[in-house]
């Protein structure tokens, strides 16, 4: 068993480590850099930008009037074909190549769902690269709107129609409207077939074919919003982030337009926390602490998600609730930022891809952030390791134990060492199990129809008690599984002594905590922020809540002690 004062020296290092780890977050505004283009053919903001009150006077018209036709179609069935074909017919008559095709999932769910998909050819390429330009209509709530106002709908038709008429484009443009209850399916979905060989092809899903997708902008501007200002939204799928020169270019390009206070990484208006004077207006606190908790939930912020996937550097662009500035900076944003996309000789790889922002002006690179995890995570790996320890080193009574047992002939030191495996085996074997019933549980609701009338049953309780007979069930159904398995175990080996319950308990704590271990240390490459958030959990249950040896186990009997 570990010395006294060595297991108390170890809990305080362990929770020195834990603690520190934590308070460095307070530094990382302070530690920041500024943020520079890695990419020099980028050069954003050099370039004059035509678009301005005319253009987005056409964005406000073609908002207005498709406001009015969807005011139309209001106890429509065919309400998305209808807007569908509203969008390609205005692209068609600018002159683009334009297809309507139907998303094939959308069946499922009751309502046959469209899209848009639309290529502006380049006068200058040969149609081997492209960029995409997206967004998607909704429903609206109300159809009565101010008339200055502009959708993203609008403002695309707006956009298709000004690079129209621009000779310098390089690269083809391709725009994509989406049903926007569809969510990110009807992305994902034509991604899929964007990228598919001949023989995976959907024939149900004919459009013109563009080049390499070089980078995409998704404009989520709904209807109804106020424009206060610019939110740039990079989190995608797991954590996965865009080359951090496309959040530079538009970072610089807002700040040759004049918008640089009014950016932001998230759309709520956070209270002035102690700003450091670098920051100006921006939050840097607030928003370090949003963008891990983007990163870590997994979720994408926006469409452009989908892109992030396929290795396509992406991000949406919104806007956040506020005074009206008018949505003319928006357009000029988005201009400016193709114009310099369109320079491109190349993907973007210079910058980084693994960054943590405390602004949109600010970073830190992952060779920073990653000490923070390092200190985080230490106390479980040296926990891990004293448990091996004690594995690996029985104590003196342990080594008595086993010399009698040799002298004697016994074979029960064998029997013990199969039954601490086999314990720790099945019960870590059983919890995993739980865990996957749960993960699967939502699948299940929607593939066989007695878990669906369950589910509909415990809906009409309410949200909280439906919740609670969920975790209560969860909990029973853990316990039994645990029960069963340690009387299977019980009637293979026999009935466990205290000595043998308190190595069990050992060899499952280390059994256990191994993939954990793994798991974390490996995923922390490639999401930080979701494995900072795990060791936060984890650590202290693990560390913190148990000793860094195995109980004391009760004293030899009579007989063995002469023995010995």
């Known amino acids: 068993m570990m010395n006294a004062s060595i297991e108390k020296k170890l809990k305080v290092l362990t929770i020195s480590l834990f603690v520190v780890g934590i308070a460095s977050f307070v530094q990382y505004p302070y530690l920041s850099h500024n943020t520079y283009i890695s990419e020099n053919a980028l050069i954003p903001a050099t370039a004059k930008v035509e678009y301005g009150t005319t253009e987005i006077q056409h964005a406000v018209t073609y908002t207005n009037d498709f406001i009015k036709f969807q005011s139309t179609l209001a106890s429509s069935n065919n309400y998305s074909l209808s807007?569908?074909?509203?969008?390609?017919?205005?692209?068609?008559?600018?002159?683009?190549?334009?297809?309507?095709?139907?998303?094939?999932?959308?069946?499922?769910?009751?309502a046959t769902k469209y899209q848009v998909y639309s290529i502006l050819r380049a006068p200058k390429a040969d149609g081997t690269e492209s960029i995409v330009i997206n967004t998607h209509f909704d429903r609206p709530i109300n159809y009565n709107i101010k008339h200055d106002q502009v959708s993203g709908v609008g403002l695309l038709l707006s956009l298709?129609?000004?690079?129209?008429?621009?000779?310098?484009?390089?690269?083809?443009?391709?725009?994509?409207?989406?049903?926007?209850?569809?969510?990110?399916?009807?992305?994902?979905?034509?991604?899929?077939?964007?990228?598919?060989?001949?023989?995976?092809?959907?024939?149900?899903?004919?459009?013109?074919?563009?080049?390499?997708?070089?980078?995409?902008?998704?404009?989520?501007?709904?209807?109804?919003?106020?424009?206060?200002?610019?939110?740039?939204?990079?989190?995608?799928?797991?954590?996965?982030?865009?080359?951090?020169?496309?959040?530079?270019?538009?970072?610089?390009?807002?700040?040759?337009?004049?918008?640089?206070?009014?950016?932001?990484?998230?759309?709520?208006?956070?209270?002035?926390?102690?700003?450091?004077?670098?920051?100006?207006?921006?939050?840097?606190?607030?928003?370090?602490?949003?963008?891990?908790?983007?990163?870590?939930?997994?979720?994408?912020?926006?469409?452009?998600?989908?892109?992030?996937?396929?290795?396509?550097?992406?991000?949406?662009?919104?806007?956040?609730?506020?005074?009206?500035?008018?949505?003319?900076?928006?357009?000029?944003?988005?201009?400016?930022?193709?114009?310099?996309?369109?320079?491109?000789?190349?993907?973007?790889?210079?910058?980084?891809?693994?960054?943590?922002?405390?602004?949109?002006?600010?970073?830190?690179?992952?060779?920073?952030?990653?000490?923070?995890?390092?200190?985080?995570?230490?106390?479980?790996?040296?926990?891990?390791?004293?448990?091996?320890?004690?594995?690996?080193?029985?104590?003196?009574?342990?080594?008595?134990?086993?010399?009698?047992?040799?002298?004697?002939?016994?074979?029960s030191s064998n029997a013990s060492v199969g039954r601490t495996i086999a314990h720790a085996f099945s019960t870590f074997l059983g919890i995993q199990i739980s865990g996957l019933i749960i993960f699967a549980t939502p699948l299940l609701i929607h593939k066989h129809e007695f878990f669906t009338q369950f589910y509909n049953t415990l809906s009409s309780l309410g949200k909280v008690p439906s919740i609670a007979v969920l975790i209560v069930g969860y909990f029973i159904l853990c316990v039994l599984i645990l029960k069963g398995v340690s009387r299977a175990i019980d009637l293979l080996f026999g009935t466990p002594t205290n000595r043998q319950q308190n190595t069990d308990l050992v060899a499952f704590k280390t059994f256990s905590m191994i993939p954990v271990t793994a798991f974390i240390s490996c995923m922390s490459l490639l999401n930080f922020s979701f494995c900072v958030l795990a060791s936060v959990l984890v650590v202290p249950v693990y560390t913190f809540l148990g000793s860094f040896s195995s109980p004391s186990p009760p004293p030899l009997p009579p007989s063995s002690q002469q023995q010995q």
């Open 83 to 110: 807007c569908a074909e509203w969008i390609a017919e205005k692209l068609r008559k600018i002159g683009l190549d334009t297809e309507t095709f139907v998303l094939p999932f959308s069946t499922r769910i009751g």
């Open 160 to 411: 298709s129609s000004y690079f129209k008429s621009r000779r310098w484009l390089a690269k083809d443009i391709v725009f994509i409207v989406s049903d926007g209850e569809e969510g990110d399916d009807g992305i994902r979905y034509l991604m899929k077939q964007f990228h598919s060989s001949p023989q995976e092809f959907d024939i149900n899903c004919v459009f013109p074919r563009a080049g390499s997708i070089q980078a995409a902008l998704n404009i989520d501007l709904p209807v109804s919003s106020t424009f206060g200002g610019l939110v740039i939204k990079p989190e995608g799928a797991n954590g996965q982030l865009p080359n951090l020169d496309l959040l530079n270019t538009i970072v610089r390009v807002s700040k040759a337009e004049g918008a640089m206070n009014t950016v932001s990484l998230s759309s709520h208006r956070y209270p002035n926390i102690f700003p450091p004077e670098q920051f100006s207006n921006q939050h840097p606190m607030p928003t370090l602490f949003t963008f891990m908790l983007n990163q870590a939930i997994g979720v994408p912020t926006g469409d452009h998600g989908v892109f992030n996937s396929y290795h396509i550097d992406s991000v949406t662009i919104s806007v956040s609730k506020g005074d009206s500035h008018g949505s003319i900076l928006l357009g000029r944003v988005l201009v400016s930022t193709l114009r310099s996309l369109n320079n491109l000789l190349e993907r973007l790889h210079q910058s980084f891809y693994y960054y943590l922002l405390v602004s949109p002006s600010h970073y830190l690179s992952i060779g920073e952030y990653m000490i923070t995890f390092g200190l985080i995570f230490s106390p479980l790996t040296i926990h891990l390791l004293s448990l091996v320890s004690l594995v690996h080193n029985p104590t003196p009574k342990d080594i008595a134990i086993a010399i009698v047992n040799k002298d004697r002939g016994s074979s």
